[in-house]
Structure formats: C-alpha cells, structure tokens
C-alpha cells in the first residue's frame, strides 16, 4: 500500500506512483477578488465563529493559486462560487464560466439562489456549458425546500448534472442544514446527482443512510478526517466500513485555497482510510483521486 504524500512537494510523486495521470478535485474556489477578500476577512475572525484560528495556507493571488494546483499535479478542478444573497448567482455563475473559459484546467461551474428567475438562469448556465453546480445552504441561508428552487432541481436532475451541496450543519448549524431538510429535495427529485460536501459534516452516519436510500449521492472529501476538523467533527469508528460499501461514490475535494493546513495533508487522510481496510486500498485511491469525479465532471 502506498502511503501517502509526505508534503506537497511529494504529491505529484505520489500520484504518479498510483499510476494515475494526476488529479481531479472536485471542490475548490475561485472567486471574484472583492468576494475572495472578504471570505479571507471572515476567515481572518474564526477565533470569534468557530473558537479556533484559521489561517487560509494558500493566501496567494490568483495566479499563483493557479500555478500551486499545477505544480500539485491537479490535472482538472471545479472552481465552486456560491451567493449569500439575492442578486449574485448570476453574476457568480458568469465569473465562473469566464473563468473556466480562459483556465482551461478548471472546469465551467454555476451556482444559484431561491429568487425569481432561478430556474432560467440555472437552464441558461447548462447551455452555457456548466458541468456543476454549488449550492450552499449554510451560508446563503436559505431553504433548499423552496418553491423557487424545484426548477432548478429538477434542471440538474434531468441533466445529470452534479451538484455540490453544503447542507450538514458543520462548521456550524444553520436555519436550514442537516441532512433531514436535504432529504426531503431528494425525495421530490430522485435522480438528482448530489454531492454532499465535506461528507455532510458532522453527520456522517446519517450521509450514508441517505447513500443508501440514493443511488446517485455521492460524498466528497473537503476536510473531512485532517487533524484540525478531527477535532470537531471526529469521524465515526465504522467509517473505513461505511466507505468500503460507497467505495465508488466518493470524490475528492480539499476546499483549496481556504484551507488551514497542506493541501497534501488531506490526501495523507484519505491515504490513511485506504490503508485502513483491505477492501478499500489503491484502488480506492484511484477511483476517489480521479476516476470518479472525472467522471462525474464529464471533463
């Protein structure tokens, strides 16, 4: 079993050792720079949010941002954008078609929000070329049960786009996240190809009861497992299990350049599940590292 990248340095070499081209990360962010700046100053207060510090590791410009990804061997990514209120989806979802149309790496992404217009502005993005979508619930406060969102769900469902969705109640509970609320838009939209980010976060029991339930919901990897949220949000003692029966509906994602630690440190988690349960191991590794959000991305 190979274990995992000592460094960042070393993530390239280690990748390469899995006999894979490189990776695809499935949730990362790219943002317009006043958006990115003001991300960074809420980050800046986390002692006052989350009671502990949070120093963003990769607090560079956005070109070296870029010229980090490479130098890690991230072949393709998805630069998520999301709103916290009314009147930026749009905008967002432009930036980032944009932005995926001069990165040729990043992947067209969009985003949306329960306001009037939601579903033929998420309609106008596919045909623009989005491959996925963000929703996230946490932060932009809304109820993801809203009657102005049934079309865009139903869009997605029907395209068999992902949607990368932040609906646990990690970091912290919202108006509207845990996984109850979330079911209850699957339930209405079955064939919905749903991402749940940072594994839905602390609820991870209840992710893979609703795996179960949902042949098309998937989990991604952002944080989830890395010493600074183990912490917080200790994984559950089945969990290796727990994955060996979902082992091809797991995707990579690091949450990069937010996050306060390596990028390699991440991989070294999921490195370690691998290694954890005879059932998993490298070819775990290859189908979470790229095959399947390669695939799920249609890139």
């Known amino acids: 079993m190979t274990p995992g990248p000592a460094s960042d340095a070393d993530v390239a070499r280690w990748t390469a050792s899995l006999g894979l081209p490189g990776l695809v990360d499935l949730h990362v962010h790219f943002l317009p720079k006043p958006v990115m700046d003001k991300v960074w100053a809420y980050f800046d207060r986390a002692s006052t949010h989350y009671g502990t510090a949070w120093p963003v590791h990769y607090r560079t410009s956005e070109e070296d941002r870029l010229e980090t990804l490479r130098s890690l061997g991230v072949r393709r990514f998805a630069p998520l954008v999301y709103p916290h209120k009314p009147g930026m989806a749009e905008w967002l979802t432009s930036w980032a078609l944009e932005f995926a149309a001069r990165v040729p790496d990043a992947v067209p992404t969009g985003t949306f929000y329960p306001e009037p217009g939601a579903g033929s502005a998420v309609d106008g993005a596919l045909r623009a ?5 963000k929703a996230h619930v946490q932060v932009g406060a809304y109820d993801p049960r809203d009657e102005l969102l049934k079309p865009v769900w139903g869009a997605l469902a029907d395209a068999g786009v992902p949607v990368v969705v932040h609906c646990g109640h990690g970091p912290l509970p919202g108006d509207f996240t845990g996984l109850p609320v979330f079911e209850e838009v699957l339930a209405r939209h079955p064939k ?21 339930k949902y042949p098309r919901v998937h989990l991604d990897t ?23 029966a979902f082992a091809d509906r797991v995707v990579l994602g690091t949450d990069f350049p937010n996050i306060p630690y390596s990028y390699a440190t991440q991989l070294q988690a999921i490195a370690g599940w691998a290694a954890a349960d005879d059932r998993l191991g490298e070819p775990f590794l290859r189908a979470v590292l790229h095959d399947t959000p390669l695939r799920l991305l249609n890139a």
């Open 222 to 244: 952002t944080m989830v497992g890395v010493p600074f949220v183990e912490e917080m949000a200790p994984l559950p003692p089945d969990w290796t299990a727990r994955l060996a």
């Open 192 to 212: 919905l190809t749903a991402v749940l980010a940072h594994a839905a976060m602390p609820e991870f029991e209840a992710a893979f009861d609703l795996m179960a």
């Open 129 to 133: 070329g989005a491959r996925v979508f």
